[in-house]
């Protein structure tokens, strides 16, 4: 290409040898610096998802460093002990290692250990009670998430954001489903800002919305050296920080952005295969404010900051971590083969919810976040004989046990779901079983909504123990049941039934889908149905039968 260069120049006469310079360690300079250049730029435009990476890379898989450490060994050794043939034998073996036991060996057996390390400790840490946390008197998870994100999406007024993902939050003394209000559109997400938050109120099930127009310097959506991924990233390089546990609250009229991280403590263990390994540990939370700056609460000290008051920081995939190494209790061939005692995360509905469920149970002092999972038999689905709960800012654990198989989330899903006043209506589904604790009993709440999610039809309750069914249909009894005040409160199963005719439930929406009113009618036997509907004319409608 340079001799065709020159003798263009040239016009037309080729060049001599000596007039073609030797530019071979030059570009290979030239390359090297454009490559290093690149790199860097890639790795501070992209620093969320290098530290990541690396962090899962170097820290949290601690195998890998060791083992290419002894391939690096063997790989020293061969070339000291001399010769062509050893010095290749060497370097086959190091690399040999470093593949095979730093990439696929190390990381398996590593895993192996850190869940049998956190098994041991749970079973020596975790209090064993009588009764689970009783739900809270005070605040009640009412309003599904399904339902919140549809009043959320439906109440945004600004073109160019969207709302993010949702997450439970105590805010102006109310537990809401929170949102943040993030660009939509890549010029908005490189010039602009977060613009806000939308909270949802989920103690209701009218629809309650409050949109906050509160500017973040560095929010959710941003991108490069703004966003709020990249600022938390670069204050704690040496954490695993957590995005599923990120949230935006307010306090006192001043908006946060909150989001927790994992730290990983490095051992070692002799046998089968010596290795390091890592077990991971809830490290802190990082809380942001409007003007970008940030506060490292670590976790000894979430429990008595006034900021993070009420608030459920402990992350959700430690939870899930936890209960899973319980699998490895009685070793990892037990887990694998024999599978005594091994229980798993019982099945929940396919709606879209994953362990841990964290609904508000009773506290002395200040509103509190319990984490809740339920397991059952491996492979079995015979019913859950523990539940366990996991406090929402300090991750302290207890495990409720049962000589007799409960019924378990998924179960009574499908009992709400052929409840006869439910099972006459079309398009609906029920949806997002949480556990409700009144005393020593365990009920399944379950949701009953349109396929639109434009409100919330029925709420039921399913007692754990014998199968009984309770549904009610306004805020006022849901609350009077899990506070335990439902005097007035029946299976409807009973209360509808007879021989006096067909009950009759008339749900009235606006035009956007929301519940605006319910009525049951009683029609007589052989009787009809009339329903006249006036807007701009009158329609009749005359259903069959």
Do not use: C
């Not at 290098?50 to 898989?61: E, M, P």
């Not at 700056?293 to 992350?315: M, T």
């Not at 749900?507 to 006036?534: K, W």
């Amino acid at each position: 290409m340079l001799r065709e260069l020159i003798t263009l120049l040239n016009g037309g006469q080729p060049p001599r040898p000596d007039e073609i310079p030797d530019l071979s360690g030059r570009a290979l300079a030239v390359a090297a610096v454009l490559g290093l250049v690149l790199l860097l730029v890639g790795v501070v435009l992209f620093l969320p998802v290098v530290q990541s990476l690396g962090y899962l890379a170097v820290v949290a898989t601690p195998s890998l460093v060791w083992w290419t450490g002894i391939g690096l060994l063997v790989l020293v050794v061969g070339v000291a002990v001399g010769g062509a043939r050893a010095t290749t034998a060497g370097v086959t073996l190091g690399l040999g290692i470093v593949v095979v036991m730093g990439l696929f060996v190390g990381p398996v057996v590593g895993g192996i250990y850190a869940h049998e390390h956190t098994a041991d400790a749970m079973q020596a840490n975790v209090q064993t009670v009588d009764t689970l946390p009783n739900s809270s008197k005070a605040h009640t998870r009412v309003l599904p998430r399904q339902v919140g994100d549809k009043y959320a999406q439906s109440s945004m007024q600004f073109p160019q954001y969207r709302t993010t993902e949702s997450d439970i939050t105590y805010t102006n003394d109310t537990y809401t489903w929170s949102y943040g209000l993030a660009p939509d559109n890549p010029m908005v997400a490189w010039l602009g800002t977060q613009h806000g938050a939308v909270y949802v109120d989920m103690e209701q099930s009218e629809k309650r919305v409050s949109v906050r127009e509160t500017e973040f310097t560095h929010g959710v959506g941003q991108v490069f050296t703004d966003s709020f991924g990249y600022r938390t990233n670069l204050d704690r390089l040496d954490v695993n920080h957590q995005p599923d546990t990120r949230f935006v609250f307010e306090q006192d009229g001043e908006a946060y952005l909150a989001q927790s991280y994992v730290t990983h403590e490095w051992q070692f263990k002799l046998f089968p295969l010596p290795q390091l390994y890592a077990v991971p540990h809830f490290g802190g939370v990082q809380v942001v404010d409007q003007d970008g700056s940030i506060r490292d609460i670590p976790a000894k000290k979430v429990a008595s900051v006034d900021l993070l008051n009420g608030q459920s920081v402990y992350p959700y995939s430690l939870v899930r971590y936890k209960v899973n190494s319980m699998k490895y209790k009685q070793g990892a061939l037990n887990k694998w083969f024999w599978k005594e005692g091994v229980l798993e995360m019982a099945d929940l509905p396919a709606d879209g919810n994953d362990w841990p469920v964290t609904v508000p149970t009773e506290s002395d002092d200040s509103p509190e976040l319990t984490h809740y999972v339920a397991t059952e038999p491996t492979g079995s689905g015979s019913g859950v004989y523990e539940v366990w709960t996991f406090d929402g800012q300090t991750g302290a654990a207890a495990i409720k046990r049962y000589d007799d198989a409960q019924i378990g989330p998924q179960k009574a899903t499908k009992f709400i779901r052929q409840h006869k006043d439910v099972a006459r209506l079309n398009n609906v589904e029920a949806v997002e079983p949480v556990p409700v604790v009144r005393g020593d009993t365990l009920y399944w709440q379950v949701k009953v909504i349109p396929d639109s999610s434009n409100g919330l039809t029925y709420t039921g309750f399913v007692n754990a123990n014998s199968g009984k069914t309770i549904l009610v249909s306004k805020t006022n009894k849901v609350r009077a049941f899990v506070t335990g005040s439902d005097v007035n409160i029946t299976d409807r199963n009973e209360t509808d039934s007879g021989g006096s005719g067909t009950s009759v439930r008339l749900v009235v929406t606006d035009g956007e889908g929301t519940v605006v009113r319910r009525s049951n009618v009683t029609v007589p036997v052989n009787g009809s149905v009339n329903i006249n509907v006036s807007n701009s004319g009158e329609k009749t409608v005359r259903p069959n039968g």
